[in-house]
C-alpha cells in the first residue's frame, strides 16, 4: 500500500463519520478523523473523504438497484458482495450500517 494511501483502519473510521447521523449528519470528514488520527497529511485526509464518500454513494446505489429489480429484502450476498468487490476494506459494521441506511433511503424512496 502506498505511503499517501489510508489504511483499511483508517478508511473505516472515515467510513464511520461519514455515516453519523444527528448533528454531524453530512459534515466533512476530514476535520473529524484529522482529530482521530492526526499523524495524517492533508492529502490522506482528502484521499480518504473522497474515497468513503464513493464508498457510502456506491454501496447505497447497490441497494437502489436490487430495490428497482424488485429485491425489497435483498440477501447479504446479493448486497455486500458487490460492494466489497469494490471497496474490500470496509468492514463488517460498516457494510452493516451501509446496508441499514441504504434501506431507509430506498424504503423512503420506493416505498
Not at 5 to 27: C, H, M, R, Y
Not at 82 to 91: A, G, N, Q
Not at 92 to 108: F, H, I
Request: proline share 8%; hydrophobic share 35%.
Amino acid at each position: 500500500m502506498p505511503a499517501s494511501e489510508p489504511s483499511p483502519e483508517v478508511l473505516n473510521a472515515g467510513l464511520e463519520l461519514a455515516l453519523e447521523w444527528g448533528q454531524n449528519f453530512g459534515k466533512p470528514v476530514g476535520p473529524r478523523l484529522a482529530a482521530l488520527h492526526p499523524e495524517l497529511s492533508a492529502g490522506q485526509l482528502e484521499a480518504c473523504e473522497q474515497l468513503c464518500q464513493e464508498a457510502k454513494y456506491f454501496a447505497f446505489r447497490v441497494l437502489y438497484d436490487l430495490y428497482e429489480q424488485g429485491y425489497k429484502d435483498p440477501s447479504a450476498q446479493q448486497y455486500h458482495q458487490p460492494v466489497l468487490e469494490k471497496y474490500p476494506w470496509i468492514s463488517g459494521e460498516n457494510l452493516s450500517r451501509l446496508l441499514t441506511q441504504g434501506r431507509y433511503y430506498a424504503w423512503r424512496d420506493f416505498g
